[in-house]
């Protein structure tokens, strides 16, 4: 579950040109996680999931899954072009090295998606956002409703859509009779640390992409 929910995490947003489009340089964002039955349309928050942040500084992301089973943290320079994923789990931590082969390959999945954007509107947290629908090669279908007058200026961050331009505000996969959701709760726009964005090995068991997809 973990790992399924983790992956959805794993994003890259951009959909046809807005005027006056306000570009974010620097922001943490906040979403809590839901997973709903689709069957019984009961939302619960999962057990396992407290939430999920990312950290915008330019160039630099990061994105934090925090759970009552562990954390995994991701995070890429686009400038260097390189990155790490720290996963700790069970007393056990291993740090995986990136590249920006890596780095693509890891958001392959999401890459090539093209959206729909319907007339469908709805306000959530407070933003006004359109509705956008895609659908993955499984058939799995993936709906965005995003701010068209807020863009991250760094489109290489986490949890994003090349086709798609314009601020996630909900996200919704449908999934072997579930809905993942994630909803944006927060953003602040005082300054992030840069240690954020620091690679720390220590206790930590290093190796390289292509090992860890051995695993």
Avoid: H
């Avoid at 500084?57 to 994105?63: A, M, N, Q, V």
């Avoid at 956002?129 to 993936?142: H, Q, R, V």
Wanted: aromatic share 12%; charged share 20%.
């Amino acid at each position: 579950m973990i790992k399924y929910i983790y992956f959805l995490a794993f994003l890259s947003f951009s959909i046809g040109k807005i005027e006056a489009q306000k570009l974010i340089n620097e922001a943490t964002l906040t979403y809590k996680i839901e997973i709903e039955n689709s069957s019984s349309n009961q939302p619960t928050q999962s057990s396992n999931v407290n939430q999920y942040n990312i950290y915008i500084k330019g160039l630099s992301s990061r994105s934090d899954l925090v759970t009552t089973m562990g954390s995994e943290s991701a995070v890429y320079d686009a400038k260097k072009e390189n990155g790490y994923i720290a996963k700790s789990y069970s007393g056990q931590k291993l740090l995986i090295t990136l590249t920006k082969s890596d780095w693509m390959t890891q958001n392959a999945t999401f890459q090539q998606l093209k959206f729909n954007v319907t007339s469908e509107t709805k306000n959530i947290s407070g933003y006004d956002c359109k509705k956008a629908i895609s659908k993955l090669a499984s058939g799995e279908t993936i709906i965005v409703f995003f701010e068209p007058n807020l863009q991250l200026s760094n489109q290489d961050y986490t949890l994003a859509f090349p086709e798609l331009r314009g601020l996630p505000i909900m996200i919704e996969r449908k999934s072997k009779g579930n809905i993942f959701r994630y909803t944006l709760t927060d953003i602040t726009y005082d300054n992030v640390a840069s240690n954020l964005f620091e690679i720390v090995q220590k206790n930590y068991r290093v190796m390289n992409y292509e090992d860890a997809k051995k695993y």
